[in-house]
């Protein structure tokens, strides 16, 4: 008996902490919202137990009838008077902490891009006169508010780093603003949260947390261009990439590569995940991602490869694992 009370319970809390939870806070708007959320629980637990004590007292304690003016005090006391109360303390509580998640930043700006499906990343540090571009991954400096600056080129998409703060959709022809405070240093993850499609449920990026000098230089090595070949067979992947028309979708900053189209792959090598934070950024996953492309995420704008032979893929795979 005991355990069936507590297996969905401790079912329920494992969902409590990990990359993508919004209950283990990671940042200054979402430890409001999970304190918003906690408050709002045990409210909620503490009336049900109070409707569920009275229910029961009224049907099996005293079930005979009651005076009239201790029932016309319950129904207004208990059904007029207290939820006034209760919903107007909830609500100032809820609006008291809006305002700092809405504030505008003075510092790094990062606009992100909804795309089908993926996302486009450009950074804005203060007094920067052109971005710096990624994709499908965001890094943040520890303890620094960060504007993000949200939308997309044709449809809705929901920009959602639960551990970091609320969500906020992307809609074509708007540009919405969030800002994020991370408190602490860590591998967390993001997704959209608004059905946008085929490959809606594969639309996720990884977002890595660092100390502030750690992310300097590592926005300063991502503004540089990509890595030249290390040896002959990243060579040929590069000569490939471009011969087959990669380039026509995707920009490789240092290489005739220029297209818009997909996702920047100057640094590509250095990111956590492949495919907007479905596969690992593995040499074997890399291979399958553009052989298969299609498959792996259904609806996607790029072809599969698949008619490439195996040493082609796999020396396209070499260049791309090295561009870090
Ligand atoms: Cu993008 Cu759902």
């Known amino acids: 008996m005991c355990s069936l009370v507590l297996l969905p319970a401790a079912l329920g809390l494992a969902g409590c902490d990990g990359p993508q939870s919004a209950l283990d806070p990671a940042g200054a708007g979402a430890e409001r919202l999970a304190q918003l959320f906690w408050v709002m629980l045990s409210a909620a637990v503490l009336i049900w137990v109070a409707v569920i004590g009275g229910a029961i007292y009224a049907t099996r304690l005293r079930p005979e009838g009651h005076r009239t003016h201790t029932a016309r005090a319950v129904i207004i006391g208990g059904g007029v008077v207290f939820p006034t109360i209760v919903l107007t303390a909830l609500l100032s509580y809820g609006l008291y902490l809006m305002p700092g998640l809405r504030a505008q930043g003075d510092g790094l700006r990062i606009e992100v891009s909804g795309e089908q499906w993926w996302w486009r990343v450009r950074y804005w540090p203060p007094g920067a006169v052109q971005p710096v571009v990624s994709a499908n991954e965001i890094r943040l400096p520890v303890g620094e508010k960060v504007e993000f600056v949200l939308d997309s080129p044709d449809v809705i998409h929901s920009f959602w780093i ?68 290390a040896d002959e067979e990243a060579r040929t992947g590069r000569d490939l990439f471009l011969q087959v028309g990669c380039g026509g979708c995707h920009t490789v900053r240092g290489t005739a590569a220029d297209g818009t189209i997909g996702p920047d792959l100057t640094h590509v090598g250095s990111r956590r995940t492949l495919g907007a934070g479905i596969l690992p950024n593995e040499r074997q996953a890399l291979i399958r991602w553009i052989a298969a492309t299609e498959t792996v995420k259904p609806g996607s ?19 791309l694992m090295g561009l870090e």
């Open 162 to 229: 639960p551990p970091l703060g609320g969500k906020l959709d992307m809609i074509p022809g708007r540009t919405n603003r969030l800002l994020l405070e991370p408190t602490r240093v860590g591998e967390f993850r993001g997704a959209c949260a608004e059905y946008c499609g085929t490959s809606h449920a594969l639309m996720a990026f990884a977002v890595v947390v660092m100390e502030r000098d750690a992310f300097a230089s590592w926005l300063a090595q991502q503004a540089a261009t990509a890595a030249e070949p």
């Open 301 to 319: 704008r790029m072809p599969s490869f698949g008619a490439l032979r195996d040493a082609e893929l796999a020396a396209i795979a070499t260049w």
